[in-house]
């Protein structure tokens, strides 16, 4: 396990459609975030879990995205009625929820969704 | 809210040159902050972290330092060479409650170009 991993790496959809990412975060890591990014911008914070709890999601989370982390290891983020403003890159990160390694965010390669 | 700027959004130089990217934040009670460097269409890695407490963190040509009071953080870049070229991330987690819980917030990035 040396790092996370996220699938698919590239997403091309037709708007209306449903879309699912998965992430699969450092196994020791109990923490797990999902954050968008948009060309020359920053990534912005969705959602985040610790184990299998859902804490916290962003108001950028409508209803149309849901996420979920089943069994406290692997997430899942899926898009419903996709639309044009969801192409971007979704980006998952983990981060070990105690300890000396409870501060660096360590993050996947993205997955870039590109509504047509 | 808090906000992270980045300045500025774009540099250019030639290799050698020393360097100092600039990142600002409006609110100071963080609990750490992170700068991340972004290679084209590919995910963050991680670079340094300052915990609220320090004052700077260094890692071989890099260093990073931190004024808290004052919203500020700078990154150092010594002796630039063309495997830099990359975009340089900001990001500050919130201060919540003491603990590492609080989220990651970006800035928009500085796009560095070093040519030969």
């Known amino acids: 396990d040396t790092g996370v991993s996220q699938d698919p790496r590239h997403k091309i959809t037709k708007r209306g459609q449903n879309v699912t990412f998965r992430c699969d975060p450092i196994?020791?890591?109990?923490?797990l975030y999902w954050y968008r990014q948009t060309l020359g911008q920053g990534p912005e914070f969705l959602t985040y879990?610790?184990?299998?709890?859902?804490?916290?999601k962003s108001r950028l989370l409508s209803d149309r995205f849901s996420a979920e982390r089943p069994k406290g290891s692997f997430s899942t983020l899926e898009i419903q009625r996709t639309e044009q403003g969801d192409s971007a890159m979704y980006l998952c990160?983990?981060?070990?929820?105690?300890?000396?390694?409870?501060?660096?965010?360590?993050f996947g390669a993205g997955s870039r969704l590109t509504v047509l | 809210k808090q906000e992270v700027t980045q300045i500025p959004a774009a540099l250019s130089v030639p290799e050698g040159e020393n360097l100092v990217l600039n990142c600002s934040f409006t609110?100071?009670?963080?609990?750490?902050l992170q700068w991340f460097r972004q290679d084209p269409g590919k995910g963050l890695t991680s670079l340094l972290l300052i915990q609220s407490s320090q004052r700077e963190q260094t890692s071989g040509r890099l260093n990073a330092s931190l004024d808290k009071s004052s919203g500020r953080s700078t990154l150092y870049i010594a002796a630039s060479q063309p495997g830099d070229s990359a975009t340089y991330l900001c990001?500050?987690?919130?201060?919540?409650?003491?603990?590492?819980?609080?989220?990651?917030?970006f800035g928009q990035g500085t796009i560095l170009t070093v040519h030969p």
């Open positions: 990001a500050v987690r919130a201060n919540a409650g003491g603990t590492s819980y609080g989220k990651l917030t």
């Open positions: 879990f610790q184990n299998e709890a859902q804490l916290e």
């Open positions: 609110d100071s009670a963080i609990y750490n």
């Open positions: 196994s020791e890591h109990n923490r």
């Open positions: 990160a983990s981060i070990h929820g105690a300890g000396s390694g409870a501060n660096v965010l360590t």
